[in-house]
């Protein structure tokens, strides 16, 4: 059995099944994490989405902020900023099955048996994995809810920059919302692990922030953390984290790693931008 890990889709069905096509994935035996951000920007996230329900064996993902966005916008809750493709998804036949297929997926995955833990943006250096799983469940329970009115009220206030900073002492939706936005939104923490909701670039004042890669894991510094949603850093492996997001939807590249066999290997596929 082989295990794949792959980044942000981002809707590129073609580079995406060209991507499996060359690593000759398996349904059967193997199995492929996806880093979230599965949909919107590209051109066919409605084809990426119909793939997914119909390989729900051996394709685990974890929900990225475009994902948590569409839920959002099926709610009527935001409308479609420029470039957005959730529409063609919205309308389709299978909204109802995409909207519950995405409620029930994770913010956070681990591979116990290989020491991996992915999340969409990483996961910040004061939370163990164990604490991080706990917390992820805190915001899936809530996605998952049959309470009607309590899913309403997540969905409608999920998205804020407020609180900024992590504390165990948040309650509410402000806890609820500073989960999401570490482990969904994060970049850059400023030097008192605050979220800095503004710098996506790579430049940046070592003396006010850092990506957040590079402060001290003293918590569970052996585990791998696999992370996508940063495509202006790109591939990038750094004190035990490793970026996938390539760019593809930005006329990058699709990347996929095999992690299961002590090394880390890297494929990438991308279209012929001449077509």
């Known amino acids: 059995m082989a295990i794949y890990i792959m980044g942000d889709i981002h809707g590129c069905f073609e580079e995406f099944e060209m991507l499996l096509a060359k690593v ?13 951000d599965l949909i919107n920007r590209g051109p066919k996230s409605l084809e990426v ?7 729900q064996d051996s ?6 902020n475009h994902d948590l966005s569409y839920l959002v916008y099926v709610e009527g809750k935001t409308k479609l900023r420029k470039g957005d493709t959730y529409d063609v998804v919205a309308q389709s036949n299978e909204a109802k099955a995409i909207k519950e297929y995405l409620r029930h997926q994770p913010l956070m995955r681990t591979i116990p048996e290989l020491n991996i833990a992915i999340a969409h943006a990483g996961i910040p250096p004061f939370w163990s994995i164990d604490e991080a799983m706990k917390l992820n469940q805190e915001v899936s329970d809530l996605l998952a809810t049959d309470k009607k009115k309590a899913y309403k009220k997540l969905i409608a206030e999920m998205f804020g920059n407020h609180p900024a900073a992590w504390s165990p002492a948040l309650e509410g939706l402000d806890r609820v919302r500073a989960i999401i936005n570490y482990f969904t939104r994060m970049r850059y923490l400023n030097l008192d692990q605050s979220l800095d909701f503004d710098n996506k670039r790579e430049e940046y004042d070592a003396t006010q922030m850092l990506p957040w890669f590079k402060f001290n894991r003293a918590l569970d510094q052996d585990t791998q953390i696999i992370y996508g949603h940063w495509a202006s850093l790109g591939i990038h492996h750094e004190n035990n984290t ?33 077509e």
């Open 59 to 64: 394709i685990l993902p974890v929900l990225g």
């Open 242 to 274: 490793h970026c996938l997001d390539s760019g593809c939807v930005w006329e990058g590249e699709l990347t996929i790693a095999r992690v299961d066999q002590g090394e880390m290997i890297l494929t990438s596929a991308s279209r012929d931008k001449t």
């Open 24 to 36: 000759a994935f398996n349904h059967q035996t193997d199995q492929l994490y996806l880093v979230g």
């Open 49 to 55: 989405m119909q793939y997914l329900l119909a390989h």
